[in-house]
């Protein structure tokens, strides 16, 4: 056999052994494991929420706008609706929310952006930030597949994909604003019926000493005839002039 065709060879199931050991095996070993390759997930936008300052999301069907921003302090205030101070616990959640806009993809194929709907969009979406400045986004129609929206994010050329769920949270900043929940006034229910009146009770009357009638017989009376006698029966004192002396 030739001897450079020996050498060849061998080189060659050299090369096909290192393959098998450092690509194929661990490949297929993957396969049975049912192990797979997760892509990373992609937000419509990657900033921290400490670096929002402020959130204005307007709704083009409905008319209705949030306009929600920070004042120097770290404190949330509603421009729209309001103005009027933030629940500050919501508004802290529904700005960590911005950070959770899941896109499921690009459109790479088309140019012609009016067919999405982000020329005139039906919300558009405007994020402050502490540096100055501004992160845009058009959102446009749904997809034929109702699972996303078509939405365009400012400076850029190519429409991404919005999951319905993400479209969903920038719709409840419209509809359920951070607002400030109204105190309860307690109320006192009017009395139904059947429910027992109660009457105060009348003053007690203090019964007046009764008057006791003397009766029996009067004691004679002595003493010069003309006089006059004093008698007390336990009660009131009487006189009675003395008619006659008593033998």
Same mark, same amino acid.
């Given at each position: 056999?030739?001897?450079?065709?020996?050498?060849?060879?061998?080189?060659?199931?050299?090369?096909?052994?290192?393959?098998?050991?450092?690509?194929?095996?661990?490949?297929?070993? =993957?396969?049975?494991?049912?192990?797979?390759?997760?892509?990373?997930?992609?937000?419509?936008?990657?900033?921290?929420?400490?670096?929002?300052?402020?959130?204005?999301?307007?709704?083009?069907?409905?008319?209705?706008?949030?306009?929600?921003?920070?004042?120097? /302090?770290?404190?949330?205030?509603?421009?729209?609706?309001?103005?009027?101070?933030?629940?500050?616990?919501?508004?802290?959640?529904?700005?960590?929310?911005?950070?959770?806009?899941?896109?499921?993809?690009?459109?790479?194929?088309?140019?012609?952006?009016?067919?999405?709907?982000?020329? =005139?969009?039906?919300?558009?979406?405007?994020?402050?930030?502490?540096?100055?400045?501004?992160?845009?986004?058009?959102?446009?129609?749904?997809?034929?597949?109702?699972?996303?929206?078509?939405?365009?994010?400012?400076?850029?050329?190519?429409?991404?994909?919005?999951?319905?769920?993400?479209?969903?949270?920038?719709? =409840?900043?419209?509809?359920?604003?951070?607002?400030?929940?109204?105190?309860?006034?307690?109320?006192?229910?009017?009395?139904?019926?059947?429910?027992? /009146?109660?009457?105060?009770?009348?003053?007690?009357?203090?019964?007046?000493?009764?008057?006791?009638?003397?009766?029996?017989?009067?004691?004679?009376?002595?003493?010069?005839?003309?006089?006059?006698?004093?008698? /007390?029966?336990?009660?009131?004192?009487?006189?009675?002039?003395?008619?006659?002396?008593?033998?």
């Amino acid at each position: 056999m030739n001897r450079n065709l020996t050498i060849a060879l061998v080189v060659v199931f050299s090369a096909l052994a290192v393959y098998a050991l450092v690509v194929q095996i661990p490949k297929d070993n =993957s396969a049975a494991n049912g192990t797979a390759t997760v892509a990373p997930a992609v937000y419509l936008w990657t900033v921290k929420a400490d670096q929002i300052n402020g959130v204005h999301v307007a709704d083009r069907v409905s008319g209705k706008a949030m306009d929600l921003v920070k004042d120097a /302090s770290g404190a949330w205030s509603l421009v729209q609706p309001g103005p009027q101070p933030a629940e500050q616990s919501l508004a802290a959640s529904d700005v960590s929310g911005l950070m959770t806009l899941a896109v499921d993809g690009t459109i790479t194929t088309s140019t012609d952006l009016a067919s999405f709907g982000v020329l =005139s969009p039906t919300m558009t979406v405007e994020v402050d930030l502490s540096d100055g400045t501004k992160l845009k986004a058009a959102v446009g129609n749904k997809t034929p597949t109702g699972t996303d929206y078509y939405v365009l994010r400012a400076g850029e050329t190519q429409v991404v994909l919005l999951s319905s769920a993400a479209q969903g949270t920038l719709a =409840s900043l419209v509809t359920t604003p951070p607002v400030v929940p109204p105190t309860a006034t307690p109320t006192v229910p009017a009395p139904g019926p059947g429910t027992p /009146s109660v009457t105060p009770p009348a003053s007690a009357t203090v019964p007046t000493t009764p008057t006791v009638a003397a009766t029996g017989t009067v004691p004679a009376v002595t003493g010069t005839p003309g006089a006059v006698a004093t008698i /007390s029966l336990y009660g009131p004192t009487a006189t009675a002039p003395i008619s006659s002396a008593t033998p």
